[in-house]
Nanobody, 126 residues
């Protein structure tokens, strides 16, 4: 079992940056893909970014490419989502999630992730 805890959200103005953290406990997760998803009010949960267990492969949704960067430090069991140039449309609850399958590749499908955090709110004002 893996427990995931997100932090770093907040209320910011458009154009600034935030860095979200996802801290894991419960097992060694250096071989497991981690993803970030977000859900805005009244909308479905959507994929944001994912990173392979080694950190060598990353994957982003088109709307955040060039603005967001996902990274990880397996020694610290932490994954980050650096968000630059925030826009009001980035407002959502952000969740991190981990796949359970060993060395499973990054994917944008939320159904493929087995463990989820409780989420952290990001609100971007115009």
């Amino acid at each position: 079992q893996v427990q995931l805890v997100e932090s770093g959200g907040g209320l910011v103005q458009a154009g600034v940056s935030l860095r979200l953290s996802c801290a894991a406990s419960g097992r060694t997760w250096r071989n497991y893909t981690v993803g970030w998803f977000r859900q805005a009010p009244g909308k479905d949960r959507e994929f944001v970014a994912a990173i392979s267990g080694s950190g060598g492969n990353t994957y982003y949704t088109d709307s955040v490419k060039g603005r967001f960067t996902i990274s990880r430090d397996n020694a610290k069991s932490t994954v980050w989502l650096q968000m630059n140039g925030l826009k009001p449309e980035d407002t959502a609850v952000y969740y991190c999630a981990s796949r359970k399958a060993f060395a499973a590749p990054p994917t944008s499908s939320a159904l493929m992730y087995d463990y989820w955090g409780q989420g952290t709110q990001v609100t971007v004002s115009s």
